[in-house]
Every structure is written in structure tokens, then in C-alpha cells.
DNA sequence: GTGAAAGCGCTAACAC
DNA sequence: GTGTTAGCGCTTTCAC
């Protein structure tokens, strides 16, 4: 069944017949407007004006073969995690000339597979992974249909995709060692499920770095202010007394932030805490909150070049390693300091 | 598995050719499989599997009209206010078979425009609005091209398109009088640019439903936690003493809270701290923060289904008004109590 | 139940 | 510079 909503929309032959020009004529104003004389252009764009000609997107991508969309897969939008790198891509590949359809997974790998799937029947171009633990379906989905993709929020130069993101390992390490480097030794790590988040899995092995007589507890609960703040409970319920909190993202530490200062544990007199990732608002808390800088906005715009460069180009791209940097705030402060 | 030589995916001739049926028969299998005769379609199936393949959207799109895809118009993505009900959307219209491709505006009319053009250009059906702000070039461009179109965020039932949301001003008004009805009368009005942000328009009208002996003083900055807080450190800086600190959104009382926090001055003991939206995290915050319930994920849901039966059965959407709900919470206390 | 064939709106040779 | 025309991959009559 075609769908005609109101009066049919004005297709090339239409505005063709219009200007008194071929169709050919008209594809070219579009597309090559430079070879077509002045005087045939106006009398094509005049048509197209007054039929209020939009042209076939669908026409357009089965001639080229180029749908100019570009699918990406991430856990959740409601999230400033992901906020601004989705912002970042959205942004640049717009410079391009590409769109951007972003589909939300949950983190459930069934899910992921399913939606890239949707992506793919859509037709998108290339696809935006978060992270490299994935479904075998969408693996074999991305070999077989040889379809572009990157992945991002993680880095690893071996991995069978190209990689555009930061060492979550060497983040961890760094919060991790400025603690110790406070003297603090027994440390609460809150943290998110790590079962199907590399990301997170990385941070956690980054805080196993620790020296022998630095002491890890873990408390594991969603990636949420409230997640940050439910393991905050947790931790001051268990009753044993914490040097500082170490968490695995700065949503969750802020969540710690909010806990303590009800709890009346003043910060940083009383405990250290310290976030993993620089959101906006980390430099605003009470105390601005100490962290790891991971470059979300940068990652976003470089894996955007990256894909359009790939589409556009067939330059496959290639793993980049983004840096990460200490910020240290009001958060965190030497023991007994 | 049989590898296919050069670039080019399977079609349906080949599907067709590898299962020995014709494109018909293929096309039947895809469409209305019940339609098909078990053992012939076993075949199809096989030789799809077989083929991987992946039936191009475009010409789908081309002979259908229908591209399944569906365009959001939003500020922003990089702020929790519309995460949540972009997220709604994307997962309702997942549940149609529809996706969802989301272009930010920044809050720029003409960007606005150029977006939306952009989006019509990519094929989508339909359109996703916030509030009733809009350059001339794109309510022409809705009039013209006849696309469905949603309003969401607002609720008005004179605006010439079906707007899904609540009623920001009543929402104004209920806050204001929660905090006139504790007793305050020297209130800090907190919000962010209203000139191109229709809600915050309403939200401020709202507000100013206040008695005679009521005084607000307004304090602009962005719509992010850090506006927030430099805009509670400006009030602070006026050296006026003030009641309550009445915030057009979350975001901003979020930012408040940070700062008096700094400033050492108790919420609620010495000032009240009232919000509107009630972000997840608000219920969090220490204290937890009073506002206005605004239903975001709700509106997202709504939206997506009449955004579905719009285009999936033309019939058009219906303007709706969502409830508020007041969230007394712990940073608002009656004067002096 | 299945096949043949006519398009859908556009692009890209190729001709003039 | 401009026109003619053959497809792109699919859906959809309309025969059989």
C-alpha cells in the first residue's frame, strides 16, 4: 500500500516538465549546479520552489548506494555519561553531511545485537560500539556485512575493530595512585556492574593496582546518582571505616557526595572521594569533585572524522588512544591532612 | 558459507536465483510469509541465511513511501532534561518497527531550520518538536511538505500543531505557591535564557502569579549546573537577603544547591531551595530537593504512540496534557520553622 | 501458490 | 549543455 498523505509530493519529472528541462537537468542543478547554464538553473530552481520539491531520499540512496546515516549503539541516554560524546558525533558528522540514528541497548548484549540489526535494515552506513564486549550475532552481523564500525569509550590497538577512546585501565590507575599517593590505604570502590561493561571492568582492574597494604572494598550498584548513593550507604552501614571512595565513574560520586553530607562524614576532612570521567558538573559540586579527565567530546569528534572519513573515503579507521588527565579538586585531600 | 566475490551484498534476483522461485516469491517470504507455500519458503529462508542477506531499505522505502524513521528536534542532548524522554521515544517507537534520529539544535531557530531540512532530506515521516518557538522557514517547510509533526515539552490546544506535554505555566504557579504558602516572600528566581525557550517563558509567567507582597528578583545563566551555581553565588553577591531560591529547572537548583552548600549557608534552615522537573536525581540530593514533577518519560511515550498512529494509520495526533505533581521534599521548610 | 513485469524517484552513462 | 535512457532493489498488480 502507498501512503499518499495529502496532495502528492512533487517528484523530478514533475519540476522537470515544470522548467521545460529532462529530468537530467534537474538531478544536475542538484548535484553539479556549476555545469548547468545560469539561465536553466534559475527556471529549474524556480520550479522546484514553487512545487515545494524535496528530493527522495530513498531514490536518492538506491542509485548511490549511500544512505548518509550512520547508526550508533549505546547503553543509555539517560545518562550524562554518553551525553556529550553522542552530542560531539551528532555535531561533526553534521559537517559532513551525515546524520546520526542512535539506538540504546540497555547494556544487554541480546539487545545490542538486535538493534544493530534495525540499524543495519534501516541502512545505515557504519555503526558506533561502545566498548568491545558484544554478542557473537552482531560479530558475525559486522563481518558479514562488512559494514563499517568503530568502537568507542575503549582502547585497544589489537582489537579485530578499530578502536577510538581512552586506557580505562591507566584511568583507574591514576585515581587509584593519587589516593595512595594521599595516604589514604583503606579505600570503599563503588562501582557499577562490570559483568557486561568492559569499560568498567578496566577501571576496577586499574584500582587493583594497588600497593599490598592498601586495602580495596568493593561496593557494586547501578550506574546512577542514586547507585552512587545507595553504595555509599552500604559502605557506611558495614561500619568499617573508610580512608576515602573510590568510584568508578563520576555519576556515582556524586551520589557519594550527596550520601556523606547527609550522613554528616564532611568531605574532604573527614574521607576523600574521588570520581572517574569529568562531567561538567564535577567542577561545580561541594567540594568540586577530584577525578580522572576522560575526553568525551574529543573522542566523540575524532571517531565522527574517523567514520566519515571511512565512508566517504574507504579509509578504514584506525585505533587512537586519547589521554586522560588527573584533575585534583577539593574532593580529596591527604589523610589527616 | 559461501563468500561472495567483490563488494556487492546479495539482492533479492540473487536470493531469488540461489532458491530458484522468482523476486515475487522472495518478496512474499519477506512480506506476507504465511502467503507462502511452507517448503518454498524453507528454501528462501535458507538461501537468505545462506547469502546473508540484508534487503536494502531504500528500495523498500522507494516503493513503499515509508522510511521508518522518525526526527527529533532537540536543544540539546548534553543536560539530563531530555535524555529521558528521548529515550522514551526511541524505545516506544522501537516497539512500532520505527527509529528515531535526533538532531540538536543548541537553541537556534535557524539551526533549527537547517536541521530540519536536513532531516526531511535523510526521508523521515515524521518530526519531533520542543515547544512552540520556531523559525518561519520550518513552519513552512511543516505546512509544505505536510509532514506529521509533534509538539513536545508544551501543551497548548490552539497551537496549530498537536502539542504532547504539560502545562509549564501551572507548573510555574504550583511551585511559586509552595514556596509563598511556606511563607517566603523574598524569592531568588533562578532560570536560564527564555528568549528562544518558550517553557522557560511560561515557567517565569508562572512564577509571576505571585501576591502583591511577594518580591522576585530574577538571576539568569545557562541551563546547566554550573548556571545554577553562578547564579545562586550572583544572588549571593547582591548581598539582598533572600527566603527561598525558586529555580525554572533541576538542572539549576541542582547548581544552587552546590553553591549555598559552599557558601555555608543551610538549606532549608536558612533558605528554601525549590526545583521544577524532578530529575531522577533530585530524590538524591542532600537535601533532596522539592520540585514539580514534570512527566517526562510519560510525554516521551505518548509521543512516540501518537507519533505511530500518525504515520502507521494517518491519523493524526491530538493535543495532550500531562499532569504535574508537587515533590515536597526536604530542601523547602516553612519561614523561620 | 507462484511468476512476469511494471514501476517507485532518482543517478549516471552516453549521445547529441 | 542538455536530453535519453538504462538501471538501482524492491513491491505489487495481474496472470496463470
Redesign the pocket.
Known sequence: ??VRRGK?RA???DVARAA?????????V??TPD???A???RRVEAAMAELH????A???A???GRSKILGALIPTLDNAIFASTIDAIESRLGDFGLSLVVATTGEDPEVEARKAQGLLDIGVEGLFLSGITHHDTLHALIEHTAVPAVVISYYDANYHLPTIGYDNREAGRIALAHLVGLGHRRIAVVHNPAEHNDRTRERLAGFESAPADVVLTRFESALTVAGGARAAAMALASGAPFDAFLCASDVQALGVLFELQRAGIAVPEAVSVMGLHDLPSAAVTAPRLSTVHLPAEEMGRRAAEAMADWVENEVPARPICLPTALKIRESTRRRGG
Chains 1, 2 share one sequence.
Open positions: 500500500m502507498t502528492k517528484n523530478l519529472r521545460e528541462v529532462s529530468v537530467a537537468t534537474v538531478s544536475r542538484l548535484n555545469v548547468v547554464q539561465e536553466t538553473r520539491f524535496v528530493r527522495s530513498a531514490a536518492r538506491i542509485n548511490t
